[in-house]
Every structure is written in C-alpha cells, then in structure tokens.
C-alpha cells in the first residue's frame, strides 16, 4: 500500500539499489562510528572514576582537617587570666601557647577553620 503523503514517494521509484562499494564504505564508517562510541564510553568511565576518586580524596582531607580542628581548641582558665590559649598545644608543649595556636592561624589563613 503506497502512501501518498509521504515526500520521498517519488524517489521510491527512482531510487537505485546501493553499490556494493557504497556497502562497504558504509560498512567501514559505522565500525569507525563504533569504534568513536568505544573510546567515549572508555573515557568517560574513566573521568567519572577520576571524579569520583577525587572526591573520596575531598572527603578525607575534609575530615582530617576537621579532626585537627578538634584537637586545637580555644581554652581559657578560669581566674583573672584574660588570655585565651589551645588547650591541645599547651598540653603537647608543656607551655602556654596563646590562642589562635599556629596551626589555627594556619588554618585560618587557608580558610579551613569550620563554622
Ligand atoms: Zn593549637
């Protein structure tokens, strides 16, 4: 059954059968085509590794610098002594060490000290 509406009708009846070279070269590009589609599926399996890689590296560090964020913390002594100091460096320095210690300023200075 022929359908009228359709604007290739025409070219139904005209068209030639493809070549057999015609064949192959269509045959040589869908295998290039694939080949295309192999190495964009390979690479993108890869960034999507790589990212997710890098985040799991993210999340430690975030952890770690949290961590060390708890370890020195803001201390002041009860009495007349104004003076803050890190509780975490006095106890490991057997001295007063002033708050902010030098490893919040560095932190700081990173902006890594969390809210
Ligand atoms: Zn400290």
Redesign the pocket.
Known sequence: MSDFSDPDFEDGWTRQPPTDSTMTALSREIETLRAVCRSNKQAYIGAVKDAMAADERAKQAEATLNAVCE???QYRFAGDDTTDY?????QISGGW?P??????RLLDQHGQTPA
């Not at 890190?86 to 006095?90: D, F, L």
């Not at 708050?99 to 919040?104: M, R």
């Open positions: 370890l020195h913390q890190c509780a975490h460096c006095n060490i708050w902010p210690c030098p490893t919040t």
